[in-house]
């Protein structure tokens, strides 16, 4: 039978064991990240650690670790965060949403490409931008776009990386960020020329009448409707009137 003494002894025991534990774990995490900071200064080529990158489509994770100068990298804890956002702002097709270090040893990139929206003729050619006016890059000569292309305007010259101020051009690729994915797809065409009177067309040639560029925003869920509904039914289109509230489709 144990005495109370013995009984108070086994108790503070078990009371401490599990904070020596973690006092222990802690000592070790503190020594390892002694450790890993020491190798970086002496041992620059040992390799820790590992890099991923999240939300890349078109392009690789080699081009985005070449972009953000890690394509050499071994050393997570070598890495400058404040560099590798820059680099990667510089970089039209990439907009980051998140980088950073999460447990163990993985230092993670996460990006979303920036997709083309729309083609708008310049001085010099065709510029792509994205869903921000952003350029994302320049054609010389009419190709293939697989967006739709903003005509009745011609822009400046333009570089790569810049922001399209034009207030009209803006209105119109907002117009065509809120479109259904099938709208956009759906639209080869949209014409500025006249402000009061925008039109658009679609793949097959079919013209849609917009109205006012003024009304032009709030009015991207109904052409997409109109589009998928025309779609539907499988019959010739003349033409697509939305320039008041009740949509008229003209069939041949």
Known sequence: MMNEKEINSEQNTNFLSPWKKRLFRMVQVLVLLFFLYWSQSFFPELSIGMIQVQGTNQLTKEEVLASAGLADTKNVFSISRSSVVWRLEQ??????????????????????????????????????????GKVL????????????LITGVLLPSQLIGDICE???????????VKLSE????????????NLDSVQAYTLHGIPVF???????????????????????SNQKVRYMDLKSKAPVVKFE
């Open 137 to 148: 890059h320049i054609q010389r000569r009419f190709s293939y776009m697989h967006a739709p």
């Open 210 to 232: 917009l109205g006012d560029i003024k009304e032009l925003e709030e009015k991207s869920a109904t052409v997409s409707q109109v589009l998928k509904e025309v779609a539907r």
């Open 91 to 132: 970089d039209a097709r990439i907009e980051v949403l998140h980088e950073g270090y999460q447990w163990p040893l993985v230092y993670m990139i996460s990006i979303r490409e920036r997709a083309v929206f729309a083609y708008i003729p310049t001085k010099d050619g065709f510029i792509a931008v994205d869903h921000q």
């Open 166 to 176: 034009d207030p009209s051009v803006r209105i119109g690729i907002n117009f065509l």
């Open 182 to 193: 099938q709208g956009v797809a759906d639209l080869s065409e949209l014409d500025l020329s």
